[in-house]
């Protein structure tokens, strides 16, 4: 709510958030609507969004991925009127899908704020307009270092939000011992078989464990299982 009342107060009054860009999930907000809902944007546009996997197609998470300070985009622009290499094209045809729907619900440009997060986590904070890029930019300019504060405490925020929802779920769906240990040590680089030599028991047995860890957390990969793992705070520090 707060975030909301602070956009509505900018020239980009419309928020948008994603606390993980390799795990996006819906977070709820106080009237258990996806909080993307309570930021004023539609709900079949949001749930169309994740659902069909348009969080990760689209060409401006990848900025992110690669960048620290705010930067600002515009959808009339070419390569979105960011430099160099930043944004590799041609984008692909759902990446092009998600500009196309993005300009449907009014956005023409934004400012984005990426924050890299404990356990190598990247999300962001955007804000949008239907304005051109260079009025947008212009703003931004001056107003970069308050943005980057509110994106940094915004997600930390969410980020409590998950713990607490992920604590509520810890006896439904937690990991055995064994399980927690070896997904660990995938988290840190390890393969099936360094895994068994390190527990004492055969690459056929560390396999065995991560795989129904993975079943456990409803995970598509282990890079997938070890994010919700260390999301919900079940792996601990991995060195």
């Known amino acids: 709510m707060l975030l909301g009342d602070y956009s509505q107060s900018l020239p980009v009054p419309r928020a948008a958030f994603d606390n993980d860009l390799a795990n996006p999930s819906h977070v709820a907000g106080q009237k258990r609507e996806p909080i993307g809902v309570e930021l004023g944007w539609p709900s079949d546009f949001v749930r169309r969004w994740f659902s069909s996997g348009l969080m990760l ?69 955007t804000w949008v307009s239907n304005e051109p890029l260079k009025t947008v930019r212009d703003w931004a300019d001056r107003h970069a270092g308050e943005l980057f504060l509110v994106g940094h405490a915004f997600l930390e925020h969410v980020d409590m939000m998950v713990a607490e929802g ?44 991560v795989r129904n860890a993975i079943a456990k957390l409803d995970a598509s990969s282990r890079s997938h299982a070890v994010a919700k793992a260390m999301r919900k705070g079940w792996l601990g520090q991995i060195e």
């Open 57 to 125: 197609a689209c060409p401006l998470v990848v900025p992110c991925r690669k960048m620290r300070r705010p930067f600002s985009w515009g959808l009339d622009e070419d390569n979105l009127g960011l430099e160099g290499d930043t944004l590799p094209k041609p984008f692909t045809a759902l990446g092009q899908q998600t500009l196309s729907l993005l300009r449907q619900v009014g956005v023409r440009s934004g400012i984005t704020v990426p924050v890299h997060q404990p356990g190598g986590r990247t999300g962001f904070v």
């Open 166 to 209: 992920a604590s509520d779920m810890a006896d439904a769906c937690s990991l055995t011992e064994r399980e927690r240990e070896c997904l660990t040590w995938v988290a840190c680089g390890k393969t099936d078989s360094e895994i068994g030599i390190i527990i004492d028991r055969s690459p056929e047995t560390a396999r065995f464990h």
